[in-house]
């Protein structure tokens, strides 16, 4: 199968985002992609760099306008689309959340982020409210699908059970960057750090991992930060950790990577790590701390 990435660099236009992610689209399609991702949060700037009520506007329902416009493009394409959107749930009632959308345009399923960072420029907790659909992975025409979103990144539980439920790909929208003050030899660390967890989810799964980040710099509306210039590196791990593609960090990119899921499972029959689990002594981990 073949998996198109879209990294883009947003403006506060988000009517000439959006023309930009289905440019992309289309251009993955072209290079045979039947699954297209993209990035967390992709039709505007990252607003959770500032608290401010008036962003609440922006949220959609799901369905909504992002997944009849962007379903129209994958019935159009023949082609399976992974979007990442703010939803609106109720009035107060607000989440971060990936919808795929089937290649006849219809909602396969949806995802809401588990994990809400609070960090300085990531006020993600003010908008966000924890996802209650679980772990689940999302059965589509080009298989099972384990969508996670950005922070869930640095936690192996998350991919670990949507490895557990079946999914056949992990896959996480992200939107990470630096922090501007920041030295280069930290900046570095930051990203080895974020790209090797992710690596080791596709190792200790024997699963294939895609992450698609957005690049380009984006100023706090505050002015209390520098801003964030987001680091690109949209990656596909194969399930020995291996990276099969990797975008660049500073410019927009559509990558189209194969995958062999037969190769997954070849993967897996070599390292048994499922079989060999001690289940019966993991009780523990959902605790929170344990001492």
């Not at 009849?68 to 989440?95: K, N, P, Q, T």
């Not at 690596?199 to 024997?206: C, I, K, P, Q």
């Not at 380009?216 to 520098?226: I, Q």
């Not at 002594?281 to 959902?286: H, I, S, V």
Request: charged share 25%.
């Amino acid at each position: 199968m073949k998996i198109g990435l879209v990294q883009q660099a947003n403006t506060a236009n988000i009517e000439q985002n959006k023309q930009n992610l289905i440019k992309g689209i289309y251009d993955c399609a072209k290079k045979g992609a039947e699954l297209v991702v993209l990035q967390e949060l992709h039709n505007g700037l990252y607003f959770c760099q500032t608290e401010n009520p008036e962003v609440f506007d922006m949220a959609e329902s799901i369905p909504g306008p992002s997944t009849e416009m962007f379903g129209a493009v994958a019935r159009e394409l023949g082609v399976v689309i992974v979007l990442s959107l703010f939803e609106r749930r109720a009035a107060g009632l607000y989440h971060n959340t990936a919808v795929v959308i089937e290649k006849d345009g219809s909602i396969a399923g949806k995802y809401r982020k588990m994990h809400i960072p609070d960090d300085p420029a990531y006020y993600e907790k003010f908008y966000f409210t924890p996802g209650d659909l679980g772990f689940e992975p999302i059965d589509t025409s080009v298989g099972r699908l384990g969508v996670l979103v950005c922070w869930d990144q640095w936690y192996p539980e998350a991919a670990r059970l949507m490895a557990l439920a079946g999914a056949e790909i992990l896959i996480y929208p992200t939107a990470i960057g630096w922090e501007t003050s920041d030295s280069d030899a930290e900046k570095t660390r930051q990203r080895d750090a974020w790209q090797t967890v992710q690596r080791g989810h596709a190792v200790a799964n024997g699963i294939y991992v895609v992450t698609v980040n957005r690049t380009g710099y984006e100023p706090d509306p505050s002015g209390v930060t520098g801003g964030i210039p987001f680091w690109g590196t949209s990656f596909v791990a194969g399930p020995q950790g291996e990276i099969l593609v990797q975008a660049s960090t500073d410019k927009p990119q559509n990558i189209v990577c194969d995958v062999d899921l037969k190769h997954a499972e070849d993967v897996r029959r070599m390292w048994p790590f499922f079989r060999d689990r001690r289940i019966d002594y993991f009780e523990d981990l959902t605790k929170r701390f344990r001492k």
